[in-house]
Structure formats: structure tokens, C-alpha cells
């Protein structure tokens, strides 16, 4: 039982120092990089460039702000002329679009107009032709 109770002491006594050295090490990393980040930080506020560099970058932020905000008002001014503008434009479309189903109309009775012009004298050619050769092909057959 003695052998037990040393062994748990040692164990327990290994993991103890185990995680005084682990808490020890952690705080000394965490100390560096506490005092790296101070050290970058004081460089920084220090630095009149990276001061001057940082208020150029407000400055034209806030100037970008203005300019988007007064684009934005002059958009919504010209949104009403916009739809004026845009109805105007559609029933131009319409009157165009009209005009040329009419204009497609026309096209389409003349072209059938010519058809038939030309097709009836061709069919009645084509109709006697087939006659004349009939009649022949019927007096070749006789004799």
C-alpha cells in the first residue's frame, strides 16, 4: 500500500510541476507579445508619417462619403426625368414596332401579289405544255 501511495505522490507531483512549467511558459510568451504589441503600438503613435498617413485616409474617406451622398441626391432629382425619359423611349418602340409589322404586312400582300403574277401565266404555260406533249405522246401512240 506505501508503494501506492508513493506512486500517487510522485505522479501527482510530476503533473503539478508539469503544469507549473506550462503556466510559466505561457505567461512568459504572452508577456513578449504584450510587450511587442506596446512596443509596435508606441512606434506607431510615435511615427508622424503613419500619424499624417492615417489623417489623409480620414480625409478622403469623408470626401467620399460627401461625394456619394450628393451623387445620390443628384440621382434621385433625375429619377423622375429618367422615367420621362424612359416612357417616352418605350412608346417610341411601340410606334416603331407598329410601323414596321405594317410595313411587313405590305411587304408580305406584295411579294404574294408578284407570286401569283408570275405564277399564273407560268401555270398556264405549264398547262399547255403538259397538253401539247400529252397530245403528242397520244398521236405517237396511234401510229
Known amino acids: 500500500m506505501e508503494v ?10 510530476i503533473t503539478v510541476v508539469a503544469n507549473t512549467f506550462a503556466t510559466y511558459c505561457m505567461y512568459r510568451i504572452f508577456a513578449k507579445l ?9 512606434d506607431f503613435r510615435n ?11 480620414q480625409i478622403a474617406a469623408e470626401r467620399a462619403v460627401a461625394i456619394t451622398q450628393s451623387t445620390k441626391q443628384k440621382f434621385a432629382e433625375f429619377d423622375p426625368a429618367f ?17 414596321l409589322d405594317q410595313a411587313a ?11 401569283d403574277m408570275v405564277a399564273k ?3 398556264a404555260v ?3 405544255a403538259a397538253g401539247v406533249t400529252k397530245a ?3 398521236i405517237e401512240t396511234k401510229e
Open 136 to 138: 403528242i405522246g397520244s
Open 105 to 115: 404586312e405590305k411587304i408580305n400582300t406584295t411579294s404574294r401579289d408578284v407570286r
Open 4 to 13: 501506492r501511495i508513493l506512486m500517487f505522490l510522485a505522479l501527482t507531483s
Open 34 to 42: 504584450s510587450t511587442r504589441m506596446m512596443q509596435t503600438a508606441e
Open 83 to 99: 422615367g420621362r425619359v424612359h416612357e417616352t423611349y418605350r412608346y417610341t418602340l411601340v410606334a416603331i414596332d407598329s410601323k
Open 126 to 128: 405549264a398547262t399547255f
Open 47 to 57: 511615427k508622424t508619417d503613419a500619424r499624417e498617413w492615417i489623417q489623409s485616409m
Open 121 to 123: 401565266p407560268a401555270f
